[in-house]
């Protein structure tokens, strides 16, 4: 039964999201008893398929992200190559003067380039990009909703070499909160992330605001060395 249903699910008889059938009908449909059903549900919550709320009923898991700390890429193209459809909203993309804080380190002005990033139809990510002039002026024609920054810096010549990204939690505020059509409050992560060319030089301020219901931070750990990943899955 448990491997009947885990077979629905990842064929998409029950798509993400979807509630599945009320207890008592699956122990009717397969002839059990609600006892062994719910030893089967919970076998499959284990596996990450589904998701129990309690009051409200059994939901199948959205299909899982992962994006790799320890790459210099980009966000989106970390998903994209491992299968995921992301669409990019661009917000803003605009020369302005950054706020203080971030006018130390790049000076002024610089290209604010602000998106939403989307999965399966829901937005899971709020990001705020500010690129150092005179890189950013390079930049001012191209068209984020297909292409990453980090593509778009390569293809104007600047080499990225390094970054140092600090990730902690938070709560949504009212700003963003309908830019991610969710409640003020809700949890998420907040991503820092700074990244340099190949002479040192900072090149980009970027802080990504991610819905904590959607993502988790796993560790790979071995004796060679440690692996980080974000995952996790739209409700």
Do not use: C
Not at 203 to 229: H, K, Q, W
């Amino acid at each position: 039964m448990a491997a009947d249903l885990a077979e629905k699910i990842r064929a998409g008889h029950y798509a993400p999201g979807d509630a599945l059938p009320a207890q008592r009908d699956l122990s009717h449909s397969y002839g059990v008893t609600l006892m062994t059903l719910r030893q089967a549900l919970r076998h499959l919550s284990d596996e990450g398929l589904i998701v129990q709320q309690a009051g409200k009923g059994t939901y199948v898991s959205p299909p899982h992200l992962a994006y790799r700390l320890g790459s210099l890429r980009s966000l989106a193209d970390d998903l994209r190559d491992q299968g995921h459809e992301v669409h990019t909203r661009v917000l803003d993309s605009s020369l302005r003067r950054p706020p203080s804080a971030v006018a130390v380190q790049l000076g002024a002005p610089a290209l604010r380039l602000e998106r939403v990033r989307e999965f399966a139809g829901r937005a899971a990510v709020h990001q705020v990009s500010w690129v150092r002039k005179p890189f950013g002026n390079r930049l001012r024609a191209v068209d984020f909703t297909t292409k990453s920054l980090y593509a778009a810096l390569a293809d104007a010549g600047v080499a990225v070499a390094r970054a140092a990204e600090t990730i902690r939690p938070d709560v949504l505020d009212e700003t963003l909160a309908g830019h991610l059509r969710a409640a003020v409050g809700t949890p998420v992560f907040v991503s820092d992330r700074t990244t340099y060319s190949l002479d040192d030089t900072l090149v980009v301020v970027d802080r990504a605001v991610i819905l904590g219901e959607m993502m988790e931070i796993r560790a790979a750990r071995a004796a060679t060395g440690l692996s980080l990943t974000w995952s996790g899955s739209q409700p």
